[in-house]
């Protein structure tokens, strides 16, 4: 979906995160869970709740089964399919997906299977291209297969230390294909990110919740929990406008 002057787009994990991240001025979103892990396919009862309370068509849903490289069974992208099916089936404008073959190059049957799955919906490509052996390719691939928008940061682990290369995908993609900048991204890196020409800045825009909750030793993990910060979204907002 198309949305007029600098696109910030906003990684979010329930329905509260959504209606504040898109209240504070987002553009649209990546629905997802696990952040902490790179972001896991959400529950099928988060994606109703979200695409119930926003515009469905804003929400681009990670379809991604487990953490752990992007290399994928063909049991494994059959899960994918089928996640994909149920996220377009139930309206989302959207799904994020990557897949890589061994040699770490696009996994173009994955990516096929993938986009068939999709059909009308954004198929967005993840940041698997930062883990690949030769982004480049991958890159020219992506376009070659007709995927619609890659999240990237430019090979770096930040992407504002990846800004020369997000600038020659901007130049390359002529169009074709959305460039989008994620990876490390805070309010302060936009403005750089959109002079080197991205179509769209990504981040999560986190902070810390619930950190008195009781946790501990009973399998509830690290104290607290993430959600979405509506001053930092507001902020990143701001920057990309200046």
Known sequence: M????????????????????????????????????????PSLGILESVLAAVDPLLVNVLVRPRAGGFVYSAEEAAV?????RACVERGAGGVVVGALTREGLLDRD????????????????????????????VFD??????????????????SIDGVVILSEFAAASAGRIEVMAGGGVTPADIPALF????????????????ADAPSGPGGG???????????LVAEAVREARR
Request: proline share 2%; hydrophobic share 45%.
């Open 80 to 84: 994918v399919e089928a996640d994909i």
């Open 2 to 41: 198309t949305v007029g002057g600098p696109v910030v787009e906003i990684a979010v994990q329930d329905a509260a995160g959504a209606r504040a991240a898109l209240d504070a001025g987002a553009a649209r979103l990546e629905l997802c869970q696990a952040l902490e892990t790179g972001g896991l396919t």
């Open 195 to 210: 002079a080197a020409g991205v179509d769209a800045v990504h981040l999560s825009a986190r902070q810390r919740s619930g």
């Open 110 to 137: 994955a990516m096929r299977l993938w986009r068939d799955a999709a059909g009308t919906a954004t198929v967005v490509f993840h940041r698997a291209i930062d883990a690949s052996a030769d982004p480049r390719a």
């Open 141 to 158: 691939s992506l376009i070659a297969e007709g995927v619609d928008r890659v999240l990237t940061s430019g090979g770096a682990v930040r």
């Open 221 to 231: 993990g690290a104290g607290g929990h993430d959600v979405t910060s509506a001053e």
